[in-house]
């Protein structure tokens, strides 16, 4: 499996909608509610595909065989002071397929391109408790805040949410 930086997600728009929905189904904590429609899930890839054109969004995939598995955003600070600083969005991989290291591929691959872009802090939040929290912090990001009742699920119940930032260093 590869990770790639998309420019153009059209080949790879199902396979994306497919994700989402699966993921939000699953009990992702990324924006959106169960129950996700379809094309709910397709009109929010072509405003991603409207903000990577304009280079406001780095779309990397997991890509197998011409079929992506995984999907993670780089979204660069445009403040003039923030210029190092960027945040990581929408870490998802489908159900099916994860727990076999995409999630891991996806943050290195992006952490790889922030250095290469000049970003050398990444910020990123996650729902307390899910997948994503652990990985994060096996990954060297550190917690600085847990905001309590951030989230609402759609039967009311509230989610803690937890903020990491990392600061990058080159390679050795």
């Known amino acids: 499996m590869q990770v790639e930086q998309i420019e153009d997600l059209s080949p790879y728009l199902a396979d994306l909608t497919d994700i989402l929905v699966a993921s939000v189904a699953a009990g992702a904590s990324i924006g959106f509610l169960p129950q996700l429609a379809r094309e709910e899930a397709e009109n929010y890839w072509l405003d991603v595909q409207k ?3 304009k280079d406001r969004i ?6 197998e065989n011409g079929k992506a598995y995984g999907t993670v955003q ?4 445009l403040k003039g002071n ?6 990581v969005h ?12 995409i999630g891991h591929r996806l943050m290195a691959a992006l952490e790889h391109t922030a250095w290469e872009i000049g970003r050398t802090l990444l910020i990123l939040d996650t729902r307390r408790g899910d997948v994503a929290d652990g990985l994060y912090g096996r990954m060297g990001y550190t917690r600085f805040g847990i905001v309590p009742a951030f989230t609402i699920d759609s039967d009311g119940t509230s989610h803690d949410t937890c ?3 990392k600061h990058l260093t080159p390679a050795k």
Not at 74 to 77: A, H, N, R, S, Y
């Open 51 to 53: 903000a990577v054109n």
């Open 58 to 63: 780095v779309l990397l995939l997991a890509i």
């Open 74 to 77: 780089l979204v660069p600070c």
């Open 82 to 87: 923030a210029e190092h600083r960027a945040e």
């Open 90 to 101: 929408k870490l998802m991989v489908g159900p099916r397929s994860r727990r076999h290291g």
């Open 163 to 165: 903020f990491f930032y």
